[in-house]
């Protein structure tokens, strides 16, 4: 890996490490706020829908520019947004802006590994890349939740000139920080000899051509085996951050400021399984991690026997090695296949629209339930219980980390029947994989 690729790590780490960073101080401003606790999953509700929204046009838009010169345009949307909510912009709003900064950045940051590197060398690239963005969600989580939390608060308060502020608003005036240092990596970005494509403006004409994508990538087996995996597992991981942050505080007994250190926890984890997978797995064998993910699953349904801090902490470790194990691969493979199939940036944006529209769909149940299911639990119920029921009005949340568990590991049980039968009955291997 030479200069070059490290800048393009380096422009994505800190882009990364502001949304991360921002999501936690926009959770405490909402807070300070006082807002219904359904709007803290709506937050992330509305930073996800933009990548299901523009992803008919956002492939297209990678696709006709140097793909640097893309990610620092998005990167400046997302400036747009942060400084929208350091100056008053409803918090949910600001960050919906900035989830669409996100939206367009994606296929461009992934689209330029593939154009980048040889197909040889997709999966270590996507074990520095997954990493790289592991590490941001941790160092991300960490920060926000510390310039938000009560030590800046009482540096605030004794500081005659930043008294005014709270520790929401100065954590995200020092994330805006980030953006900036984001934007100078990306200018830095060398630019590709790539042929760009040109951008067709007609709606009916992005979403004809977004259509033709999306059915080619879902009727290739390969394709389809890997799409199916990726979309469950963000769907199901993008919620299991909301729910291991309920969790650990039910669950627990810890605050909000520690808790959100078991997520840093799972990233950690991620990056550890995403650098095993990028030295031990290359790409013609990417499918053979696939019983990771029924594991996850398992790891998972034990959190309802766990009640101390330690072994939550082992158990969020092993969750996240488990699953950076088994994803990065598949990321790669379909990256490999979509842009032989249909370019970088459209197959990243097909591969956006899938997995953000899981996220959407699982985040959206899980504000449902935290906003309208509110019906008493049964008398004899544990005070445990009786207490999350009055202060969350969700289900018992056991049977919501059952659900989780369940939910992945029989779509992945599922996922792999259909690609074992595929191999038995259809699917000659793919050559361009040697």
Request: glycine share 8%; proline share 5%.
């Amino acid at each position: 890996m030479d200069r070059g690729f490290f800048k393009i790590l380096g422009a994505q780490f800190f882009s990364a490490l502001a949304d991360n960073a921002l999501f936690f101080a926009a959770l405490a401003l909402l807070k300070e706020h006082q807002a219904p606790e359904w709007h803290l999953s709506m937050l992330l509700w509305c930073f996800t829908v933009s990548y299901v929204v523009i992803a008919p046009y956002a492939g297209s838009f990678a696709d006709s520019m140097h793909k640097g010169r893309a990610m620092m345009l998005c990167n400046g949307i997302k400036l747009i947004g942060c400084l929208g909510m350091l100056f008053g912009l409803p918090p949910i709003l600001a960050y919906a802006i900035v989830g669409f900064g996100a939206a367009a950045y994606s296929p461009a940051k992934y689209g330029i590994i593939t154009e980048y590197l040889p197909h040889s060398k997709l999966v270590e690239a996507n074990g520095w890349l997954e990493g790289a963005t592991v590490f941001a969600i941790i160092f991300g989580t960490i920060i926000g939740g510390y310039l938000s939390g009560s030590t800046i608060n009482q540096w605030l308060q004794s500081n005659t000139w930043l008294n005014q502020l709270s520790p929401a608003q100065f954590a995200i005036a020092a994330i805006t920080l980030l953006y900036l240092v984001a934007a100078w990596i990306n200018h830095q970005i060398p630019q590709l000899n790539i042929r760009l494509k040109p951008l067709h403006l007609s709606p009916a004409h992005q979403a004809k051509e977004f259509a033709w994508c999306l059915k080619r990538l879902w009727r290739d087996p390969q394709g389809q085996t890997s799409l199916a995996i990726t979309t469950l597992f963000w769907g199901a991981g993008a919620t299991m951050r909301l729910v291991v942050l309920n969790w650990a505080i039910l669950w627990l007994a810890i605050d909000l400021e520690t808790a959100t250190r078991l997520i840093a926890i799972v990233a950690l984890g991620i990056a550890i399984g995403a650098i095993m997978a990028g030295r031990w797995i290359p790409l013609k064998r990417a499918f053979i991690v696939m019983p990771a993910g029924i594991g996850m699953g398992v790891l998972v349904i034990c959190m309802l026997w766990v009640n101390q801090i330690s072994l939550a902490a082992l158990l969020m470790l092993m969750i996240g090695v488990l699953s950076g194990f088994f994803v990065v691969p598949l990321n790669a493979i379909l990256q490999h296949r979509g842009h032989q199939l249909m370019g970088a940036g459209h197959s990243i944006a097909v591969q956006n629209f899938n997995e953000n529209l899981g996220i959407l769909v699982m985040v959206g149940i899980h504000a449902l339930m935290v906003r309208y299911l509110s019906t008493p639990l049964p008398a004899n119920s544990s005070a445990l219980l009786q207490a999350q029921y009055a202060a969350y009005g969700i289900p018992p949340m056991h049977a919501i980390i059952i659900g989780f568990g369940l939910l992945v590991l029989l779509s992945m049980a599922s996922i792999m029947l259909r690609y074992h039968c595929n191999l038995k009955f259809k699917v000659p291997p793919d050559d361009t994989l040697n």
